[in-house]
């Protein structure tokens, strides 16, 4: 049964008692309330321990009460929902709530690793680089796996995220980072002067720090001034609020990045609901009202549980009801600090002392302790009792040099505040040092960005109001807006004095990062070992690079750093601020684009029909196609693929191949633009043919091929390979708009507005010829070899009619509207089933253009010159054409280039496989006789047996040499012979027939 | 980042595809292989403002000359190729 909530307070929070969650932590049932995190919850049922630390597995409780939180972490959820590391301080509980604490075994109590305590000597900063440089295979097999399962954060799950995340766009004039004083305000002004405002809140309830600390604004409690301010700005249409969203990066062009943390308070998301949603803010401003975090003092046992972050002490009594402790001790060097001291006194517990480590505390103060009985006590925490069940006992040096105790059960510590500097540092900005507050404030921030209220070093209530208001207004303005703001919330400043404390030196560890074990006689060792550069001493020691980023610990490291080396904390430095502010999932990154949705997928015209039919399907890019179509019987994919080839060679068969890039090549200059970017001339080709065309890159190397059609006069359709649809595309949109300007050409995609069927094999005019209009001559005078023109087809629609071949046999292609794809294919199997039609796929088009010799992508790899395919013929001499220049350069015309070549095995039986490296006969496989590669293989159903082409040094000149194929990745070896690549039909007599 | 397209207006990254340095120009048929070799090979490697080529390929289709600040990504021109849009030089 869920325990008693014996330490939430009998009224009082922001919480709803009429709705009790129940949650389990570490397998034990306790009980909250809506409207708690988990660890106010925890807090509320007295438990202090909740984790073990990274490297040292010290018992560790909660430090704070939000996103900056370094130990309170925990594995939320149970299964592929388990996440890790995730901050107790800001997971909302919700009712079966499940958690576990990380970094313990076998129990959080009972952690074998805390030995490693023991060892601590020998953990200390660079450990891993000193320790284990020798022999490296030792830290591979024994060093590494031992330190991972010692060291760590929590588990990752192990099976498929089964969530969904989304990404999305939003547009406003203003987005505000954070909704405390300063941003409601900024909202306020930017909101009424009508511009359109989007406020982003990491909590899931508005109000920042004024849920926490009390004040009066505008005369009213601040309670009852946020209640009004939301209200008003809620009747804002032009507003919007965003709860449970952290803006975490800005972006060049006023471009931030936020996550909205949309689900993540309920066990899982509603259906069809996703957990988070990556938003991508555009905005002509933006106010960063972020608030500060306050900052811990570093001293001995400084990581006890119970030791806790003043602000957030107060936080948890005030906002939750939530006891930290029952008698509890402040250590301060500032007066913010003593605002705990009220709260706690308000909530009826006691005060042990104050340690204050400033010279003076105020009369009002002084009267506060003599009133309630504790001491306020001159001097400095320098140590702490206490272990895993908490704080027992505090040790204070006091100014002069006496020491004192003090027993209390909870250390309430405040170092002052640093703003919180990310957002407007993320643009390589450098934050300044303020003297006044001894912290970092914004020096700039990117453009279309200022900082308000504490984020900008200003604490006050009143300033953060009047800040956050006129940078609200001044933000509507520069975005256009310029209705009447009114006028600005007002609220009087609390006094601020601080006197700057980092460490306080003291027997046993004091931890600077707590997230990551840094102590500060790491930070002093690595200074005495030359890492003072606070970007050295970062990586050295690992200070700042958890997964809270150092919000807790980077100022009071490099602090201590400019201490020992005698240097000023600005003159030490900041390291680089880089996004995100908060850890936010890959998926969400990722979003929809996962699984099947990683990428879109295009659907051929006629893939429907083809699914139908039981074909199997190739990822090709983004495409779909049809590789082969199994028929009933056949025990593999070879059988099918056969079967297709002699089909086709010896009846007729048909192939979808739309998804070549088809482009409408328009104009008076065409004909010139063409002969500009292929080698050979398209100029004087005639109208109502067609012609193969060979790109260069402007390097001399081969980027395309293609047959090109001239349509009419001014009118030629060009078609690229199906990978380079597009970059051909943007590559002749360059040529046309950059490089040749003065052409009068325009270029049209139309590869979906076509879908183009490749129909092959010597009964295709007999197929044709129940397809297209009588009235249209198919024969060989009325539509020779390289014919192209349009043709009237039975029904009526008009098609682009192709005489191409790819296979080698009389074939033709027959380009219809995108929208007839389909039934195209339908009529092609429906009129050729006396014909025997049959449908191939990639796989047989594939092993008819192998046995033809043509070259297709393998060949095509980007390294290849039109010479090593066996196309330099076709460069003309004539004019200029892009990559002409480069293409004669030495080593791209040598006589020993690896060129085209046709490869078979000696043994016929015997299997081919691509990749195999070609080496004289009779020699050692090496590098240095390795004398090219084989590119494409398949089995010749015409010749009964594998064949293949091959990149070989002078290929063409060794025809007939028998070389060795040396495969070592499959382990194979054997004699090949290098033939002539076309091994089908080497005159070309069916195509033209 | 942000180009706003002489066409369609201001456009996110995602629609737009980098090229590169948008001085070197295309030598003439006769220049020589020297020339041609600095073309398609020698870059500068600018530190600060440089014009680039940019082409809008999930918009209009036009190639863009971008000024833009390698520094700091502050994009202080965008202009349309020569040839982009239905224009045609010299006509």
Same mark, same amino acid.
């Given at each position: 049964m869920a325990t008693n909530?014996? /330490? !939430?307070?009998s009224s009082g929070g922001?919480?709803?008692?009429s709705t009790p969650l129940n949650f389990r932590f570490d397998g034990k049932s306790f009980s909250g309330f809506q409207g708690d995190t988990l660890a106010s919850a925890l807090v509320a049922n007295g438990v202090k321990l909740v984790g073990r630390s990274f490297k040292y597995h010290r018992p560790r409780g909660i430090?704070?009460?939000?996103?900056?939180?370094?130990?309170?972490?925990v594995e939320l959820r149970?299964?592929?929902?388990r996440e890790a590391n995730t901050k107790a301080t800001t997971a909302e509980l919700y009712d079966g709530l499940e958690a576990a604490s990380q /970094? !313990?075994?076998?129990s959080l109590r009972h952690?074998?690793?805390?030995?490693?305590q023991l060892f601590a000597p020998i953990f200390v900063a660079g450990f891993y680089y000193k320790t284990f440089?020798?022999?490296?295979?030792f830290w591979e097999m024994i060093y590494e796996p031992a330190i991972r399962r010692a060291a760590g954060l929590g588990r990752a799950a192990?099976?498929?995220?089964p969530d969904h995340y989304d990404k999305a766009w939003a547009h406003c004039d203003v987005v505000i980072a954070g909704s405390g004083p300063a941003g409601l305000a900024a909202a306020l002004a930017a909101g009424r002067s009508g511009a359109r405002v989007i406020l982003c809140e990491e909590?899931?309830?508005?109000?920042g720090c004024l849920l926490s600390d009390d004040g009066t604004i505008d005369g009213l409690p601040a309670a009852e001034w946020l209640a009004r301010t939301l209200a008003e700005l809620s009747s804002m249409p032009d507003v919007r609020i965003m709860t449970r969203t952290t803006l975490f990066g800005v972006y060049d062009g006023g471009t931030y990045g936020a996550i909205e943390r949309?689900?993540?308070?309920?066990?899982t998301p509603p259906?069809?609901?996703?957990r988070q949603r990556l938003w991508r803010i555009v905005a002509k401003r933006c106010v960063v009202a972020a608030g500060a975090i306050e900052r811990p003092i570093v001293f001995a046992?400084?990581?006890?549980?119970?030791?806790?972050?003043a602000s957030a002490m107060r936080t948890y009594v005030s906002?939750?009801?939530?006891?930290?402790?029952?008698r509890i001790a402040l250590f301060t060097n500032?007066?913010?600090?003593?605002r705990t001291v009220e709260t706690a006194l308000a909530a009826g517990l006691q005060i042990a002392a104050v340690i204050d480590a400033r010279p003076d505390v105020s009369p009002a103060h002084r009267s506060l302790a003599s009133k309630n009985g504790f001491a306020v006590l001159?001097?400095?925490?320098?140590g702490v009792d206490g272990g895993k069940d908490g704080v027992r006992k505090i040790s204070v040096s006091l100014t002069g040099g006496a020491r004192a105790e003090v027993e209390a059960d909870g250390l309430a510590v405040s170092g002052g505040w640093n703003p919180a500097v990310g957002l407007t540092s993320y643009h390589r900005g450098r934050p300044k040092w303020r003297d006044e507050i001894s912290a970092f404030v914004p020096d700039g921030a990117p453009p279309g960005m200022v900082a308000a209220g504490a984020a900008n070093g200003d604490f006050g209530l009143g300033a953060c109001l009047s800040q956050g208001f006129a940078a609200g207004a001044a933000a509507a303005r520069d975005a256009g807006r310029n209705g009447n703001a009114g006028t600005a919330p007002v609220a009087d400043d609390e006094t601020f004095s601080l006197t700057p404390l980092w460490h306080v030196a003291g027997k046993g560890k004091a931890f600077v990062d707590q997230q990551h074990d840094v102590t500060a006689s790491d930070i002093e060792l690595a200074q005495r070992e030359g890492f003072e550069s606070v970007e050295h001493l970062k990586r050295y020691?690992?200070?700042?690079?958890?997964t809270d980023q150092g919000k807790t610990s980077n100022v009071g490291g490099l602090a201590i750093m400019a201490a020992v080396t005698g240097k000023s904390i600005p003159e030490t430095g900041t390291t680089i601020y880089r996004p995100p502010y908060v850890p936010v999932a890959i998926g969400a990154f990722a979003g929809h684009h996962?699984?099947?949705?990683f990428h879109a997928t295009r659907l051929t015209p006629s893939h429907h029909w083809a699914a139908e039919q039981g074909a199997i399907f190739v990822d090709t890019g983004l495409w779909k196609r049809a590789q082969w179509f199994p028929r009933a019987g056949e025990k593999d994919w070879l059988e099918s693929v056969t079967r297709e080839v002699k089909a086709v060679r010896g009846g007729v068969g048909f192939c979808d191949v739309s998804t070549l890039g088809k482009i409408d090549v328009h104009g008076p200059d065409a004909g010139a633009f063409l002969d500009r970017v292929y080698?050979?001339?398209?100029?004087n080709l005639a109208v109502g043919k067609a012609r193969y065309g060979l790109m260069l890159r402007e390097d001399g190397l081969v980027y395309d091929d293609g047959t090109t059609s001239r349509l009419a006069e001014d009118h030629y359709f060009l078609t690229t390979t199906t990978a380079k649809a597009g970059l051909v595309m943007q590559h002749l949109e360059f040529c046309r708009?950059?490089?040749?300007?003065?052409?009068d050409v325009q270029l049209t995609s139309v590869s979906d507005q076509w879908a183009q069927f490749s129909i092959a094999g010597p009964k295709t005019r007999d197929l044709l010829k129940e397809i297209v209009?009588?009235?249209e001559d198919l024969s060989n005078e009325g539509f020779p070899f390289m014919g192209a023109r349009e043709v009237a087809l039975r029904g009526g629609i008009t098609a682009r009619l192709f005489r191409i071949s790819f296979s080698g046999e009389m074939a033709f292609e027959i380009s219809v509207p995108a929208r007839y794809g389909e039934a195209m294919a339908r009529n092609l199997m429906q009129a050729g089933k006396q014909f025997g039609v049959t449908p191939y796929g990639t796989e047989a088009l594939g092993v008819m253009r192998i046995e033809k010799g043509h070259v297709a992508g393998p060949e095509l790899?980007?390294?290849?010159t039109a010479t090593d395919l066996?196309?330099?013929?076709?460069?003309?001499?004539k004019k200029d054409f892009i990559g002409r220049v480069m293409a004669g350069r030495e080593a791209l015309v040598a006589p020993d280039r690896q060129v085209v070549v046709g490869i078979k095995p000696v043994d016929k039986a015997r299997r081919l496989r691509s990749g195999a490296h070609i080496i004289p006969k009779g020699q050692t496989p090496g590098p240095d006789n390795d004398q090219g590669y084989v590119t494409s293989v398949c089995f010749s159903p015409t010749l009964d047996q594998w064949i293949g082409l091959g990149l070989v040094e002078r290929g063409r000149e060794r025809i007939g040499e028998i070389v060795h194929a040396h495969d070592p990745l499959r382990g194979e070896d054997y004699d090949v012979e290098l033939c002539n690549?076309?091994?089908?039909?080497p005159d070309g007599g069916r195509q033209r027939g | 980042m942000r180009i706003t397209c002489p066409f369609c207006g201001e456009r996110e990254l995602g629609e737009f595809t980098y090229l590169g340095d948008a001085k070197p120009q295309r030598p003439?048929?006769?220049?020589?292989e020297e020339a041609v070799y600095d073309y398609v090979y020698l870059r500068d490697n600018v530190a600060g403002v440089m014009a680039e080529n940019w082409y809008h390929g999930g918009g209009c289709r036009a190639w863009l000359k971008v000024t833009r600040?390698?520094?700091?990504?502050?994009?202080?021109s965008v202009e349309p190729a020569a040839?982009?849009?239905?224009a045609k030089v010299g006509a």
């Open positions: 909530q014996t /330490n !939430r307070l922001v919480i709803d008692r430090l704070t009460a939000g996103s900056e939180e370094p130990n309170a972490l149970t299964g592929a929902r /970094n !313990r075994w076998p952690d074998f690793m805390s030995v490693n440089m020798w022999p490296a295979k192990v099976a498929p995220d909590d899931f309830v508005p109000g949309v689900n993540d308070h309920l066990p259906e069809h609901q996703v046992g400084n990581d006890t549980p119970g030791v806790m972050m906002r939750y009801a939530a006891t930290p402790a029952k500032n007066e913010d600090g003593w001159h001097g400095s925490v320098s020691t690992t200070l700042g690079m958890a996962r699984d099947e949705t080698i050979n001339t398209f100029s708009q950059v490089l040749f300007p003065e052409l209009d009588p009235v790899s980007g390294t290849t066996g196309l330099g013929k076709m460069m003309s001499t690549p076309v091994f089908y039909d | 003439v048929a006769d220049a020589g600040n390698t520094l700091t990504h502050e994009i202080s040839g982009a849009g239905a």
